[in-house]
């Protein structure tokens, strides 16, 4: 029976994203999705190339009559988030995505959708499949690896694209042209410790945080949302402070692009703290829920006896370690002093794995400002080092500076308010866009980002709006008609 969602209007975009979500395309690991794309652009007979870092790029002539406008560089990534939520059997290496229509939206059953950066992707495929929609010169650019790296983006070479426009199809409200976005980078810390055997006389319990909405790391960090590896710390410190808790393992977050959404520890206290402890955590929880019943109504956190863990983690570094991550900031650190209501750096605290005498902990810092991505990564490593931590930095990659005075910009702008009444969110993001870093090797490609309405992106709550999609489509389509001529 044929999916309700190839259905959707408009078809040919619903059918190419049903298409590309039936393939497996994890970050890192994007080798069936490239040759998915390469024998697409070669069933059209299409050029179509595969660069030496893996990117895929797909050629399209003019159509008739708009032979001289100046070309077109369409851009999506085609790796995606891998989410799902902790009791979802789903294996997303193996499978396609199982996506589902709940009003004017689809979404998936209890993973990722995909929708980051499926949908641009399928409109770029569309365009590209279309024998009626007018276009100038197309270069399909189709990188991997954004979510987790953007190496994709930073091994493009110069001289392989021969654009002087670049549609980026990857912002998530479709009110909304971007011109410019964070840079970000990696902060990985590593420390070892010694284990001890777990004393006797001592019961074991498990921590769960579940429930939390997560989402994305640079566009939702701003809300305040609860990180459950901030949540976990909070209590194993509270613990280890009030009844001499000790901790097994710890097993919080997953990936650096998304807000930790769920967390998990063993830990150990005497038999004879077993009754105070679970009353002092009782008190605990309800002011943690309390404190985010608007914006977490869905938390849970429940401790439940389970079987006594061999080993524990000395003291010493127990205290030190928790105490390292209750400093360490997580969310906003400094707001744009240009640009109204817009977080200029943050940090994520998306990892933390405890066990077997390791420590490790991941964290995504993000800005647009270079010099102030700096100051939070010093301030973070400091944090760390101080508790015997080594740190790495690694992965940097630069912001998108605005340019006020692009050409594709006013068009689009223009464009948006003629064919919907009303002006639209001209903006910067604090997500980490691949313009930047494509235009270190194009610096003089004109570049606007838009995409159709995505909620919850990086978690598994993420959907997309029809009615957006049949927007942005509208929209994608008119720009295409007037791009301007090439300078004679």
Known sequence: MESPIRKLQPVSIWNHFSDLNAVPRPSKKEERIIDFMVNFGKKLMLETIVDEVGNVII??????????????VMQSHLDMVHQKNSETVFDF?????????????????????????????????????????????????????????????MGLKGGILSGEILLNLDTEEDDEIDMGCA???????????????????????????????????????????????????????????????????????????????????????????????????????????????????????????????????DIATQKVFLKSIYTTLNGVYRMSPDITDLVETSNNIARIIVGNGNIYVACLTRSSSDSSKK??????????????????????????????????LKICTHLYENLFGKKAKVAACHAGLECGILGQNYPLMDMVSFGPTIKGAHSPDEKVSISSVQKFWKFLQQILKNIPERSS
């Open 59 to 72: 050629k399209k002539p003019a159509t008739k009559g708009f032979e001289n406008k100046k070309t077109v």
């Open 93 to 153: 290496e193996t499978q396609g995505i199982n996506m589902f229509i709940d009003g004017d939206w689809v979404t998936a059953d209890g993973t990722t959708l995909g929708a980051d950066n499926g949908l641009g992707v399928a409109a770029i495929m569309a365009v590209l499949s279309s024998n009626t929609t007018e276009h100038p010169t197309i270069e399909a650019l189709f990188t991997i690896d954004e979510e987790t790296g953007m190496t994709g983006a």
């Open 183 to 313: 840079g970000g980078i990696d902060v990985t810390a590593n420390r070892i410790y010694q284990e001890e055997t777990t004393p006797i006389d001592t019961v074991a319990f498990k921590i769960a945080i579940k429930g939390l909405q997560g989402g994305h790391s640079g566009m939702d960090i701003h809300k305040g949302l609860g990180n459950a590896n901030k949540l976990m710390n909070r209590i194993l410190y509270y613990g280890t402070e009030s009844v001499g808790l000790r901790v097994s393992n710890i097993d919080g977050g997953s990936l650096r692009n998304a807000i930790p959404r769920e967390s998990f520890s063993t830990i150990v206290i005497k038999k004879n703290e077993k009754e105070r402890f679970l009353l002092k955590m009782k008190d605990l929880i309800g002011l943690i829920k309390e404190e985010f019943k608007a914006l977490e109504p869905n938390l849970a956190i429940d401790i439940i006896k389970t079987d006594i863990p061999n080993k524990i983690m």
């Open 375 to 408: 100051d939070l990564t010093n301030a973070l490593t400091s944090c760390f080092e101080l508790a015997n931590f080594k740190v790495e930095l690694s992965g940097s990659y630069p912001g998108w500076q605005p340019n006020i005075n692009s050409e594709i």
